[in-house]
């Protein structure tokens, strides 16, 4: 009768999953162009300021006293700029990056859900401290990730 009956269970390396899954890796390539503009800006300041401290270094000596000044202010108002710059583009980028993977991660449990419906588990678990191989279900579910990925990227 039910006592026979044996409970089917499944584990999950989330970490793996994550790190494995398209889906992962598309978004990661989405929020490196989303923000390859800034960055390029950044890269545009930087330089900026590093020929300024080179003309000084180079200049500075034979420069006249208002010349010398004017040069120093600029180098400072490029530095804040640049700091400015990095801390809004990486306060930006982490919030993003942050966006990207809580909405990756309720995709993967909905299809971690349906994979193990589908497969008739009645039970899966997000890693354990100890499990059989038998009982790793990552690859099935990467594979169903990736199935579900080109299907939903096949008008591309």
């Given at each position: ?5 044996t409970l089917?269970v ?19 390539q ?9 960055q390029?800006?950044?890269v545009?300041i ?6 300024k ?5 180079r200049?500075g ?10 040069l ?14 990095q801390?809004?583009l990486n ?14 991660q ?7 859900q349906?994979?193990?419906r ?8 997000a ?6 191989s ?14 579900s ?8």
């Open positions: 009768g039910a006592q026979t009956e089917r499944g584990v999950v390396n989330v970490n793996r999953l994550l790190e494995q899954a398209p889906q992962f890796r598309a978004a990661m989405a929020l490196q162009e989303e923000f390859a503009p800034r390029r800006e950044l545009a930087q330089r900026s300021l590093q020929e401290s080179d003309t000084y270094e200049d000596a034979v420069m006249g006293a208002e010349e010398r000044l004017s120093e202010r600029e180098i400072r108002e490029k530095q804040r700029d640049f700091a400015r710059e801390s809004d306060e930006d980028a982490n919030l993003r990056q942050n966006e990207e993977l809580s909405k990756l309720r995709s993967l449990l909905q299809e971690v349906n994979f193990a589908s497969e008739n588990y009645d039970l899966v678990v890693d354990a401290l100890y499990f059989s038998t009982i790793d279900i990552t690859d099935d579910v990467l594979q169903a990730l990736e199935d990925y080109v299907r939903d990227n096949d008008g591309l």
